[in-house]
């Protein structure tokens, strides 16, 4: 079974500054998805960021990046320029690449609280 | 992205009774719906899977009597709380998504058992 690990309950970054924020998983497959999904206050999941692990090249999304490591199975997420908007849980997730019902389904790691500070 | 809406956004009953929960795709066809139970300040524990036309496929501990779901259309899965109990009581989400595409997620709903 596919696992996620977050290893920062929470972390807080000052206004127009950037954080990261970790991510690592464990899984025997070799092809899979990873996502960041932000939960702000009102708890709407969004998602952040998205990231194929057949692809090399790390995902941006304006402001955000991803730093992954396939072999090391980690992936970061960097929030450059933080603004108050930012504040929420962050979780990262993982979903596998094969398809057919129970297979998509997400596996969440435990989350991290960001605190954007004025 | 795609809209996924859940509703009622807040529910409050009374102990044995039971509560439904609509989780509808407004503007995509969702062959895959997932539910969620989220304790505060914590992740989301998947509770089901449920396709098209098919018997959900619960996580295990999950009460399958308890938590019925039913996912009869393309748009629309229901969640059924039956004999409601006050440790029930928690943030419900859905999710739909089409088939090997990213999963929208609802607004959620808390349910508070009185």
């Known amino acids: 079974a596919q696992t996620v690990t977050q290893s920062q309950p929470e972390m807080s970054v000052q206004e127009a500054e950037t954080v990261t924020l970790s991510c690592t998983y464990d899984?025997?497959?070799?092809?899979?998805?990873l996502f960041w999904y932000k939960q702000p206050p009102s708890r709407q999941m969004i998602l952040v960021i998205r990231?194929?692990?057949?692809?090399?090249q790390n995902a941006t999304e304006n402001r955000f990046s991803v730093n992954f490591q396939k072999a090391a199975k980690s992936f970061s997420l960097k929030i450059s320029d933080s603004q108050l908007g930012d504040a929420a849980m962050y979780f990262c997730?993982?979903?596998?690449?094969?398809?057919?019902?129970?297979?998509?389904?997400?596996?969440f790691g435990k989350g991290t609280l960001l605190t954007v500070n004025p | 992205g795609a809209v996924v809406s859940q509703h009622p956004s807040r529910v409050i009953c009374k102990s044995g009774t039971s509560v439904k929960i609509e989780c509808r795709s407004l503007?995509?066809?969702?062959?895959?719906m997932f539910w969620y139970r989220q304790f505060p300040k914590k992740s989301l524990m998947l509770m089901a899977t449920?396709?098209?036309?098919?018997?959900?496929?619960?996580e295990q501990g999950v009460e399958k009597d308890k938590f019925l779901i039913n996912h009869a259309s393309l748009t629309l899965s229901t969640l059924t709380v039956t004999s409601a109990h006050p440790e029930d009581s928690s943030f419900y989400i859905c999710?739909?998504?089409?088939?090997?595409?990213?999963?929208?997620f609802g607004q959620g709903t808390r349910l508070t058992v009185v």
């Open positions: 999710s739909a998504m089409e088939e090997n595409t990213e999963a929208f």
């Open positions: 899984t025997s497959e070799s092809d899979y998805y």
């Open positions: 990231q194929e692990a057949y692809k090399q």
């Open positions: 997730a993982y979903r596998s690449a094969f398809s057919g019902g129970s297979n998509y389904k997400l596996t």
């Open positions: 503007d995509f066809q969702a062959t895959t």
């Open positions: 449920s396709n098209e036309g098919s018997k959900a496929t619960y």
